[in-house]
């Protein structure tokens, strides 16, 4: 039987999944939301032009 505890005390991350960590976090990168928010600001920004 697999003794869980004993188990966890081996584990130690490999470096590529650090290496990708820091990468990922350490990057500013643009997702869904980030486009979202400017195309509404495009968006509201053309309204008020056409208004004026």
């Known amino acids: 039987m697999i003794n869980f505890e004993e188990e966890l005390k081996k584990f130690h991350p490999s470096i590529e999944v650090d290496e990708a960590e820091d990468v990922i976090t350490g990057h500013n990168l643009t997702d ?4 979202l928010v400017k195309m509404v600001g495009e968006n509201a920004e053309e309204t008020r032009n056409r208004k004026a």
């Open 32 to 35: 869904f939301t980030d486009i």
